[in-house]
T-cell receptor, first 114, second 114 residues
């Protein structure tokens, strides 16, 4: 079974802190994604990576950056956390080659910025 | 612009009844795909079913089927013989052309009553 893990289920940070959210997948997927999920808005793509060191901005990249130094690990970085970044963050991965290949998700990290 | 609309924020359904969750989409791309995911209260997104724009037949997976009406740009999820375990958030998502990225609807919260 594909397994996508995220470093924390719950995280509380202070405004201005640098925050790292880690995601690891164990199925050798090339594609990895970071989303944020807010009530009434569904999932919005923050960043997408299709290979090591490769990344593309999603719909809402402002205030975020990402790092992919190894194929299995995709990190989301909040350079200076703000209260409007309080949200649920979901990581996903998928195997390329067929566009109907589904994305596999981690359990999510609920981040609160005070 | 590409868009996914789920007009039902919430639904209550009696156990064992069939359920239809609505999804309409907007795209000018001739090649696209539609996904449905389930998110239980535990938070993890679970892939349910996929329909490609060129697929001739409606997709089915066990108790899940997709009522795909291309001319109306709708891709409704039908759950037959609902169960208590079907209570969850349900999201419709659309693949953007040949890209691996998805855009998501706001979701429908389904509650199955015993």
């Amino acid at each position: 079974d594909v397994k996508v893990t995220q470093s924390s289920r719950y995280l509380v940070k202070r405004t201005g802190e640098k925050v790292f959210l880690e995601c690891v997948q164990d199925m050798d997927h090339e594609n990895m994604f970071w989303y944020r999920q807010d009530p009434g808005l569904g999932l919005r793509l923050i960043y997408f990576s299709y290979d090591v060191k490769m990344k593309e901005k999603g719909d809402i990249p402002e205030g975020y950056s990402v790092s992919r130094e190894k194929k299995e690990r995709f990190s989301l970085i909040l350079e200076s956390a703000s209260t409007n970044q309080t949200s649920m963050y979901l990581c996903a991965s998928s195997f390329p080659g067929l566009v109907e290949n589904e994305q596999f998700f981690g359990p999510g990290t609920r981040l609160t910025v005070l | 612009a590409q868009k996914i609309t789920q007009t039902q924020p919430g639904m209550f359904v009696q156990e064992k009844e069939a359920v239809t969750l609505d999804c309409t989409y907007d795209t000018s791309d001739p090649s696209y795909g539609l996904f449905w995911y389930k998110q239980p209260s535990s938070g993890e997104m679970i892939f349910l079913i996929y329909q490609g724009s060129y697929d001739q037949q409606n997709a089915t997976e066990g108790r899940y089927s997709l009522n795909f009406q291309k001319a109306r740009k709708s891709a409704n999820l039908v759950i037959s013989a609902s169960q208590l375990g079907d209570s969850a958030m349900y999201f419709c998502a659309m693949r953007r052309g040949s890209n691996y990225q998805l855009i998501w609807g706001a979701g429908t919260k389904l509650i199955i009553k015993p």
